[in-house]
Structure formats: structure tokens, C-alpha cells
């Protein structure tokens, strides 16, 4: 049953332990079994990779079969139907327009004494796209990880996705990636995926950057190899705040709850409502469409740990606690949505108003879907296509202008204790002279 409690209950307390869910005492044996395959796979490789593979996803591979063959590929399109297909189409070119605005681009500026400085814009070399596969088949995630690195121009696009049944994977994956030009593909799921492509095997590439979202294994050895490769964010397991007024449909917000927590056992749905007659009606719509969900086992523990309803006293008094959560998703269904926007700091991605359930950005409006959970979007953004580009700096300084700065740096080598650095500069002013 999913609780209600009022503000003047533990309700931080509470909401401290849901966001931190993946980084308490209770994830450390995970993350031992995370480690351990993280060294295997450095060591060992493929063999490792198989080995987990049929550990954790109940399918023996050899190594030969880990890449997607090109007739798979071809073979997708026949599997899937015509409206799926213009479906991914259409999400394509909406999430295509959206990061293709405000991307970010080189620049000079040309100063005195021909100083010149800018900043170099250049994608990674290798970008590697993780897609979720336990628990759903996540053809939009496809979209959201390739579109931002075509659009950021890496070069070398691979991809890994978890078997499913008899090795395969879910056609409408493979077509999604054919459809935005990925076709290196791995049949790799979970923290043995997430070791290859940092890494590198016998088979699948190392890479220079890892994005796109996963399960707790996923996310925890997407941390444990940063440094080794980049990552876009840890976006862990999903996540909505909704933020109701008593105008808001009680059987919606309930429908929205459960389309976050059936992602997985450790996602989170709470509601902060100031109407106490739609908290109640919440609770009984949330476990009405419970009865016969498909996915009632896993959503039901999902509501039961992570989920809860929160009565508060004012909207304002709502945002604060929202802030304090730094949800991954926060709907904001109330009848003046911009008015409490500006109270919010921190969120993923803001979903505004009566009619825009969360699942239209998860799948078509544009932004990114892979975003930030458990906190971290307090310091980190959706996936985008900066994730795929790093910048140089470039400095360029004539004669004249290096005379006139040689004093202060030597001023400021000398406090260093760096003398090579301050004759690095003096040396060239002698030169001249
Ligand atoms: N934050 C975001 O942007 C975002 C977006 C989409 C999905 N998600 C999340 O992605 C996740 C998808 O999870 P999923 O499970 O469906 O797919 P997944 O691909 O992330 O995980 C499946 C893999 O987990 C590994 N695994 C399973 N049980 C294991 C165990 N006991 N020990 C070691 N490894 C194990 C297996 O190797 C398997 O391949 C969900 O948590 C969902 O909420 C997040
Ligand atoms: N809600 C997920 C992000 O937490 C994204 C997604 C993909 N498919 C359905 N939903
Ligand atoms: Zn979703």
C-alpha cells in the first residue's frame, strides 16, 4: 500500500532514505559482485564477458556470437510492424531537432596585441551506447544515446544491449539503431557490458565514453570506471516527483506514479500533494491499476520501498522538498505550472501542467530521457550531445604580448616555487633582445 504522511512527519528523513536507495548499506554487496566482475573482464576478457553472460542473463554465447550479425540486422526490419517503425521515425526527427539546437561550436577571439584565444570543439574517438534490456526492450533509449553522439559527430558508434531469450535481441532495438546508423552491436548486458566497453576485449572495443542508462549493476559500474572512460551521468534507476494541486486527476498522477516504478523494483514515485482528498484518492487508484498490471510483482515492491505520498502545506513548501530530492523526473500538475517553476533548482527534466504526462519525454517531445537519478541531478544534466565533445583550449600570444605579461608571471612562478616556468617566459624575452 503506498503511504501517506504529512510534513510534519520525518518526511526529509524519508525522502533521504528513498534517494539514496542506490548508494546505501544494502547496494554494498552489489557492489562487490559489481567489482569482482569489472577485474574479470580486465583480465580475462571475453571468456569473462561469456561467463557472466551466463550468469546473470541465462545465455551461452560464444565469443563469435557477441556481435550483431548483418543479417540480424536485415532480418529486424521484417519482425517489426509499420506503425512501430514510423513511430521511431517520428521520435527520431523530434529528438534529432531538439539536440541539434544550441549545439555548441568552436570560437576565436582575436585580442590585443594579436592575442588570440578560443575554445576547440572535438567529439570522442569511440562513444559507447549501453541500452537497457532485463526488464523491458528500450527502443527509445536508442534514439536518445545515438542521436546526441551522430549529432556530436563521433566517428565510432558501438552499441551493447542484453540477450534476451535464445540470444536475441529485440528487433525494434536492432531496426531503432539501423534507423540512426548504429551498426556495431554487441549482445552484452549489465556490468559486464559496462567493463568491455571500458576496457576493451578480444571483441568489443574500448571506448572513450559510456552513456545511457541501466540498472543498478549498470549504474554502479558505470561509477566504478570513470576515470578509465567518461560517462554521461549515473542514471540509475527511474524516478518522478509529482507536485499536484487539487485540480489534478487523481487516476492520472496514479497512472504516472506506476509509469516510473514499473521500470524497476528500485524506482521511486512520491507524491507531494496540498489536497488531502486527492492523496486518498492516489493511494486507492495507485492500487486499483495494481490488480491487474503485467508488470504487478516488480511495480508493487517498487511502491511499497520507494513509494510515497507527502500532504503539504503550501506549493512552495512543496518545491523546497523537491529540491532537497533533486528528483530525476518532476511533474509539476498544478493549475499554474510557471508559477512554481521558478522555486525549482534541481530536476532532470520538468514536465508542466495537467497534460503532459512524463512518458511524452521519454519516448518523442525531444529532450534526452537518460537522466540523472539518486541525487545527481544536484550537479549533472540529461544526456546530450556535449556528453559526446570535449574542448581544447587555444592560446596563441605574439612577441609584444609576452613582454608585457613576462614580469607577472615570473611574480607568480617564483610564489610557486616553479623557476622553469618563470624562465621558460625570460628566456624568450632575452632571445629578443
Ligand atoms: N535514469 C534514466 O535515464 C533511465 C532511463 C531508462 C531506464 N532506466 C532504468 O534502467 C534500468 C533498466 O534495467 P533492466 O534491469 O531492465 O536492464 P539493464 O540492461 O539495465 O540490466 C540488465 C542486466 O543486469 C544484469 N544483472 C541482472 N541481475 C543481476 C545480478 N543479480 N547480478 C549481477 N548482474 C545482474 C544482467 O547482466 C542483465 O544483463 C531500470 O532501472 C530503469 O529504471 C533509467
Ligand atoms: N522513464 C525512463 C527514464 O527514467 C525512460 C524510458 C524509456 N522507455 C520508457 N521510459
Ligand atoms: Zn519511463
Redesign the pocket.
Known sequence: MLRIITQQADVKAELQRICDRTHDEQVLHKEATVREVLQAVKRQGDKAVLHYTDEFDNQILKAEELRVTGSELDAAYQQVSKELLEAIQLASRQIEAFHRQRVPKSWVHFGDDDIVLGKRYTPVDRAGLYVPGGR?A?V??VLMNAIPAKVAGVPRIVMATPPGAQKAINPAVLVAAQEVGVQEIYRVGGAQAIAALAYGTETIPKVDVITG?GNIYVTLAKKLVYGTVGIDSL?GP??VLIIADEGANPVHVATDMLA?AE?DPMAAAILFTTDPALAKNVQVAVERQLVDHPRRIDTEKAIAHYGLIVLVESLDAAAELSNEFAP??LELEVKDPWAVLPNIRHAGAIFLGYSTP??VG??LAGPN???P?SGAARYASALSVETFLKHSSIIQYSQTALNKVAGAIDALATAEGLPSHADSVKRRIQQDE
Do not use: R
Open positions: 523491458a528500450y527509445s533509449t542508462p542514471a527511474s524516478e516510473q521500470h530525476e523526473h512524463e512518458a521519454d519516448y530521457h537518460t537522466l537519478t
